[in-house]
């Protein structure tokens, strides 16, 4: 047997998860408890549903600590806990740009006829960009955009799925001295993507959208000891 720390279903991968939120839990725990934390502050818990209240931007990103068990005497939840940690502004001006395409003719199709896939990627484009670095001596700025786009075919329906996601985030870093330092965080999120219960309509063609935002401020003291 297996006893698995943490559980993941549906994760937004860039591909057929564009959009749709993961469903993360643990052995003994329902997806309904897990906490997100962005930086120094819990965003809040899951909907009913178990969706997440967060759209990661991987390159707003410096790491991501996911805890089980044993977790801070500050984390609220029995579940599982997710830390996202953002990037901050670096000592130089740097940044980058991608810019993706997949076409209709460049994904695979099924050899047997009568054996279509579950689901498959036609066409998929993404753009993203990332720029930080110092707006003063004492201030820095980091910002991040990612926004894909999908049209995938399901299963031998006819009909074609738009997947969409918009991720934007702000990092602003202000130091005040040398033990103080006030950091704000900001950023929007919107979705798109088809509702999982519209097998039960007559046109399947339901569309789940959602929009999320954060804005925090940390102001933080160094004391000698």
Do not use: C
């Not at 759209?55 to 984390?75: H, I, Q």
């Not at 990037?87 to 993706?100: C, E, L, Q, T, W």
């Not at 099924?110 to 004492?138: C, D, H, K, T």
């Not at 985030?169 to 900001?186: C, K, N």
């Amino acid at each position: 047997t297996s006893a698995p720390f943490v559980i993941a279903d549906r994760m937004d991968t860039g591909g057929l998860g564009v959009g749709r939120s993961a469903l993360v839990g643990s052995r003994g725990e329902s997806w309904g408890m897990t906490s997100v934390a962005v930086g120094d502050s819990v965003t809040r818990f899951p909907s009913a549903a178990g969706q997440l209240p967060a759209v990661v931007n991987l390159r707003a990103v410096e790491s991501v600590t996911v805890a089980s068990g044993l977790a801070p005497v500050d984390v609220s939840t029995p579940g599982v806990h997710v830390w996202v940690r953002p990037k901050r502004p670096g000592p130089r001006v740097a940044g980058g740009a991608d810019v993706s395409l997949t076409t209709p003719g460049m994904g695979g199709t099924n050899a047997l006829p009568n054996a279509p896939s579950i689901g498959r990627v036609e066409s998929w484009r993404q753009g993203a960009a990332f720029l930080g670095g110092p707006l003063s001596r004492a201030t820095g700025v980091f910002v991040a955009i990612d926004s894909p786009r999908v049209r995938y075919a399901e299963r031998d329906r006819a009909s074609r799925i738009a997947l969409a996601s918009t991720s934007t985030f702000v990092h602003v870093v202000r130091r005040l001295g040398d033990a103080d330092e006030v950091r704000i965080i900001g950023g929007i999120d919107r979705t798109r993507a088809p509702f999982d219960g519209r097998r039960q309509f007559a046109n399947e063609a339901v569309t789940a959208r959602g929009a999320l935002g954060r804005m925090q401020l940390t102001w933080d003291r160094t004391t000698g000891t």
